[in-house]
């Protein structure tokens, strides 16, 4: 198990886990995953290797209800 921060602002949602980070932050102090509202999406932001400055991004427009497709 590994313990975990969440912070909820007017920005998104940030978590931090013990022992993981990113590139550019601190041991610490990095927010690997953030789940934002931007530009009218909703999306989740990863920072899957430490060693890399750019995050995955994931549109989450695809889980839109709106979306399901009836078999």
């Not at 912070?7 to 990095?30: A, C, K, L, S």
């Not at 994931?58 to 399901?68: F, N, T």
């Amino acid at each position: 198990m590994v313990d975990a921060k969440i912070r909820v602002g007017p920005n998104g949602i940030e978590i931090q886990f013990d022992g993981y980070g990113t590139r550019e932050e601190e041991d610490g102090y990095g927010t690997p995953v953030f789940i934002e509202f931007y530009d009218g999406h909703l999306r989740v932001v990863v920072w899957d290797n430490i060693n890399e400055g750019d995050p995955k991004i994931i549109d989450m427009e695809g889980a839109l209800c709106s979306q399901r497709q009836e078999d």
